[in-house]
């Protein structure tokens, strides 16, 4: 039998059951962090858990989202569940991307329950120098 030493978590339990699981219509939120490294803009998401082809990437004009479900796992009519922490259900997160990222170009890696997208910095948004243009061509004016 397992012992809970969390005091705070029978109010997570009940907050979490008068909400309801999450559904595809009422998602819970997912962690996330988001990074510029190089000429990459990088966001990681956890998703501990859920199986790559229950993972959803869209892009529409500036907006990515990215919604996940996690389903129980298949259970033997024997087995009786002692505790249940692990949250269950949809999640979904969507971000506002700047117009200097490169939206056809991104990238999405799972790996040991985080998603990463890579998303390149466009060309038009990388610093770059000007030239002047050359003294030859001067006119002088006369009046």
């Known amino acids: 039998m397992l012992m809970r030493t969390d005091p705070f978590r029978e109010l997570d339990r009940l907050a979490q059951h008068l909400t309801g699981p999450a559904t595809w219509s009422r998602p819970s939120a997912m962690a996330m962090d988001a990074y510029r490294e190089g000429h990459e803009y990088v966001v990681a998401f956890d998703l501990p858990g859920v199986s790559p082809e229950a993972i959803d990437i869209d892009v529409e004009r500036n907006m990515l989202t990215v919604k996940a479900e996690r389903r129980p796992l298949a259970k033997a009519d024997d ?8 949250p ?3 999640f979904s997160r969507q971000i506002v991307l700047a117009d200097t990222l490169d939206t056809d170009q991104i990238k999405a890696d ?6 990463t ?4 910095i466009a060309e038009r948004a990388k610093p770059r120098k000007i030239a002047i243009g050359g003294g030859s061509d001067r006119k002088e004016l006369s009046g």
């Open 79 to 86: 087995v009786q569940m002692e505790l249940s922490e692990r």
């Open 88 to 90: 269950l259900g949809v």
């Open 110 to 115: 799972y790996e040991a329950g985080v998603l």
């Open 117 to 120: 997208l890579r998303i390149p």
